[in-house]
């Protein structure tokens, strides 16, 4: 298929958010389609740095996105990296694998299998009261005010204080894993990474060493926390080696707030603009759980994951040659039409919903089961006071062709 026009690997096109008008023309014409690469400008050393990105195939069905993400022996997380941005260098690119996401079985499988011997739906289950109480507090605090900024004091902070208490790290810590997880998801944005390869290197540091620290210190006295039993956990016999706890580790601590964080922004921003749903939701708490998982699909926090063709394969009906670039847009497969009645409708009702905002195959999300209890104990706190949720200001968009989220969004609950 010929290539079409919008520029989807670059980051201002997300400024005022998804493109979804062009990703549905695009499942409409082209759903796997070439996207010409562009250039990116970068800062080392107080130095400009201009790197051209790759052209990519741009996977936009629902079907196709499902059919590439469970096959990891065609459609490589490993060959150069899960992420859309290429890799500068053979170091970057080593520290992309060493990440679970950039990871193909068999590593992937054993590593995974570290992480999901503890970090399960019962682990969530043991922590519902302490979530329940955190939300109780970040709603009393929010509601009370006359204006707040509800990314910071409500869906920021929620999974924040989540985190802490599921690592073992004191709460006051918080704030570091914020400014990490901002730096790296946010490098595009003027506001946070800036583009400056300097600020992502110093971000790994600083966490690489915080996350030893605090390593060694759970070898020493382990305690009921995901920090201890990643450090003392075995799969096959042996524990994990210092690097990989520690890419282990930042990969817990900005996935474990940053999709949360952006699915609640994003469904306060739909709600504060829609007293309908607002006061619908108001008076049927029941609704809850079926209204977060439709802001799920709706938000889609990670809009996409990049894999590398890894022979000559057909896909949705194009022919993609071994080593290309595949980029799967979970944002366009969760708005399919041919999946998906009134695809463009906000349904808290709406069932089935098979939404891959979580992914799916074998890097589905491990966090699932703790996100979704996140945000809907939040919103069931925030219930009885969503008929009086307004904006008033506009909000601030994160400059990312990765993430979908927001940096500000002003509300007052009357």
Known sequence: MPSVTMGLADPATYADGPPHA????????????????????????????????DGYWAVTRHRAVIEASRAPEVFSSSARGPFLADPVSRGDLERNRQLLAGMDPPEHTRLRRVVTSVFTPATARRMRESIVDHAARVVARAVAGHEVDAVAAIAAELPLLVLADLLGIPRQDRGLFLQWSNHLIGFDDPAFGGGDVAVVNRTFVEAFAYAIEAGRAKRRRPAEDLVSRLVTAEVDGRRLTETEFCHLWLLLVVAGHETTRHLVSGGLELLAGRPDLSNQLAGRPDLMA???DEMLRWVTPIMQFRRTAQREVELDGTRISAGDKVVLYYISANRDESVFVDADRFDPGRSPNPHLAFGVGPHFCLGSHLARLEATTLFQELAPHLARLRPTGPPLRLRSNFMNGLKTLPVTFG
Do not use: N, T, Y
């Open 290 to 292: 079926g209204a977060v």
């Open 22 to 53: 062009e990703f549905a023309r695009r499942r409409r014409e082209a759903p796997v389609a070439w996207v010409e690469g562009v250039l990116l400008e970068r800062h080392s050393g107080g130095s400009a740095i201009v790197q051209r990105q």
